[in-house]
């Protein structure tokens, strides 16, 4: 295990770097901050969040797709729409392992979550208030509800209960909640400091090289292991640079630790 330690002065360099909208393409949230309207937004944020998984490129072309077809306004489109409409409007769709049927299960259990609460948000509120602000219960919540009666499967809608990372959600959530120059933020029913790190295969190698984790699978447990580590670094916000250190996972791969410590190394040499 390295002894090398990510600290505070070296993050916010790396975030001060990355953490900026020309890195974000072609990450769907990319397609998801095109919407000015909150309404619009937590909607089409939760479609490209359920559906970033495989390879970028294809998840990119799933996500337009979908939105594409809900027109300017994906709020609108939901609330007008009918079992019937959307399974004649998505027939054919198809993202790895989702099908149409799944697709459109989950948009009927978004429109009728928006129906009973008045919109995503607030169906995640109600979640909160019930959960005494227990992050993985709320989710847990919150996926029930959007599920409620739909045959909407673990690979759209994480089961919480079942241990995953649930990194999707938890990217969904950051997304929502976080606002700053990538993340547009615009919930106020969760604190930053309650979010848990998204933890996807650049993160989890991250994890484990800086010794934030020690478990080999990218499970709830090591997000939450991540999450800690980030909190003594900062308690009010411990997502705050995962976008950063995923966008150099990315472009480094397996040696995206090395280039880090090489910053780290820079800044012992700076001074700082």
Request: aromatic share 8%.
């Amino acid at each position: 295990m390295s002894n090398w330690v990510l600290e505070r002065d070296a993050l916010e360099s790396l975030y001060g770097h990355y953490n900026d909208r020309r890195y974000v393409y072609p990450d769907p949230l990319d397609l998801v901050l095109r919407y000015e309207d909150h309404a619009d937004r937590e909607i089409a944020a939760l479609i490209a969040s359920s559906l970033a998984y495989g390879r970028v490129a294809q998840i990119h072309r799933s996500v337009n797709w979908v939105l594409d077809a809900m027109g300017g306004s994906p709020s609108g489109f939901v609330s007008s729409s009918s079992a019937k409409s959307l399974e004649r409007i998505f027939r054919g769709f198809k993202h790895r392992f989702t099908t149409d049927a799944d697709l459109c299960a989950m948009l009927l259990g978004i429109k009728k979550a928006i129906d009973e609460f008045g919109s995503i948000e607030g169906c995640f509120r109600q979640s909160t208030d019930e959960a005494s602000n227990n992050m993985q219960d709320v989710m847990s919540r919150f996926v029930c509800r959007i599920r409620g009666s739909q045959s909407v499967p673990s690979s759209l809608l994480p089961d919480v209960a079942k241990g995953s990372a649930c990194k999707r959600l938890c990217l969904f959530l950051k997304w929502m909640v976080r606002r700053d120059n990538v993340d547009p933020g615009g919930w106020t029913c969760v604190d930053p400091s309650e979010l848990i790190v998204p933890l996807d295969i650049h993160m989890h190698r991250i994890g484990l090289a800086f010794g934030m984790t020690r478990r080999k699978q990218a499970d709830m447990i090591a997000a939450v292991e991540v999450t800690d580590a980030f909190k003594k670094i900062d308690p009010a916000d411990p997502t705050k640079y995962d976008f950063a250190l995923s966008r150099i996972g990315m472009e480094f791969g397996i040696n995206a630790a090395d280039h880090i410590r090489g910053q780290l190394r820079q800044e012992v040499k700076s001074g700082v």
